[in-house]
């Protein structure tokens, strides 16, 4: 009956955030078998920090190898007002968060709250891994500047910058089990819906501009659906049609407290999280807290854009950018390729003094071929020399015609080499087709059909056609090969090479 009661007082009152600031919600209403200890453990916000992914990002947090021993260059005179010892951790009652929070509260849109769950998450941020906490005040002067730029820009309240604490503890590599990536943890079908791209190579939701934007849009696309900036929150991290459910069956009461118990564990953390790494944030010195100085990312990069296709290991190799800060800056090249082009250049981030070098050499970089290409060569020669064929899987709208135009062979060729009688194939079907240069290559299977053996060998010894092709820049001997259907071989003994090295503007000869 105490649940009906309080319901209908939420559903009656307009002043909602009033009632949430002393609602303690309890998992009384649950309609799951607890025992009494489980219970007790849900309802003090033990157990609600524990369910949370706060664990897992605060975990992921300690592992960037960017940051110093010390704290960032301030004033420490402002920040240890209270004159506090080194490892001194200072304690409150409730009544000192509860006055705080509502100190906030007035000062934002968001109805902050206080309550045993709020407390909890207070006490794993500013107790349990005040390392973790030190290190997220650092990472906020690298983004909070980006993210109030944005927010502004779409008239959000700013202090939702401090839900990408809660989202990734502000690592710009996080990724979560579940699949969500960046500093705002978008899922990849929710990206995509916001602009964000993801392909072989470039994954925009660890690019921390653009995935700010799409979370601004997202946030306010549910701000115009819920109008309760809780219920947005619990949207953002479980989905709209979760927040939906529970609403019903908090019957229909559109306040995020009233819905809690109904909620997923990750998000019944969620909120509570959120009020209290945005309490912490402002109350950092009182709780004996300072910025941990974040190293490079801080001011120490810069970015150019690449007008070409290139790797880490070209950047590597030319003008020595540790591979470490290549990936750690760059974490939207998924497989360390760069696919730039002057129409569409992509941008590159790097420790500052390697930026000029970069400009100054960028096509030569561009054309470099690094110590993995080579090695990736030379297997590939090796393969191709003692291969004489391949499997082609016949795709949708494919004919023997189109195959044998692709590969430059006969059609009677391929139904040689498969034994096929008709001309018919099938999506899926697997064909051999051999290399130029195979002796298979050269010679059709007789048949009682086939043309006559004269007519065979006057077509193996009449005279190849010899063609001409420019080297392109990035261009090398196998990608040539690749291109005319031959090996590497063929080309080096048709151009008398002795080396797998061609210059851009050389002249190869290609028989066919």
Known sequence: M???????????????????QVYEPEYDSLEVELDDQRINDLNSGKAVVEEST????????????????????????????????????????????MNRIQ??????????????????????????????????????????????????????????????????????????KAGAKGLWQFMRGTGAEYGLRVSTLVDDRFDPEKETEAACQYLKSLYARYEDWFLVLAAYNSGPGTVNKAILKARGVKNYWAIWPYLPAETRGYVPAFIAVTYLMNYAAEHNLYPTNPGLLLHGTDTVMVHDRVSFDQINECIGVPMEDLVFFNPQYTKR??????????????????????????????????????????????????????????????????IARKYHVTVAKIKSWNHLKRETIHTGQRL?????????????????????????NKKATSTPKVRTHTVKKGETLSSIAKKYRCTVSDL???????????????????KK
Not at 341 to 366: A, C, G, H, N, V
């Open 2 to 20: 105490k649940r009906i009661h309080l319901i209908s007082l939420l559903a009656l009152f307009p002043f909602v955030t009033l009632f949430a």
């Open 337 to 402: 390729i760069i696919p730039g082009t002057r129409s569409y250049p992509y941008s590159l981030r790097m420790p500052m003094k390697y930026t000029l070098r970069f400009t100054q050499l960028e096509d030569s970089i561009y054309s470099y071929v690094s110590k993995a290409e080579k090695v990736r060569e030379v297997i590939e020669e090796k393969v191709e020399e003692v291969s004489d064929s391949f499997v082609h899987v016949v795709k949708k709208g494919e004919s023997l015609g189109s």
């Open 492 to 510: 080096k003994k048709w151009n008398g090479l002795k080396g797998n090295t061609v210059k851009v503007g050389q002249k190869l000869k290609i």
């Open 54 to 97: 706060v664990m897992e990002m605060l975990n992921l947090v300690s592992n960037i190898s960017i940051f110093t021993d010390a704290y960032l260059d301030i004033d420490t005179a402002i920040w240890n007002k209270y004159g506090f010892g080194k490892d001194e951790v200072p304690t409150y009652d409730d009544s000192v968060y």
């Open 103 to 176: 100190t906030l509260a007035y000062e934002t849109t968001i109805p902050l709250t206080f309550n045993s769950h709020v407390k909890s998450f207070i006490e794993l941020y500013a107790n349990r891994r005040r390392q973790q906490s030190s290190r997220m005040l650092g990472l906020s002067y690298v983004y909070f500047p980006m993210f109030e730029d944005y927010l502004s820009r779409y008239n959000l309240p700013l202090e939702l910058k401090y839900l990408a604490m809660v989202e990734s503890a502000l690592n710009p590599t996080a990724g979560s």
């Open 432 to 456: 051999t087709i051999y290399r130029s240069g195979s002796p298979m290559a050269q010679v059709s299977k007789t048949s009682k059909n086939s043309t006559s053996k004269n007519n065979i």
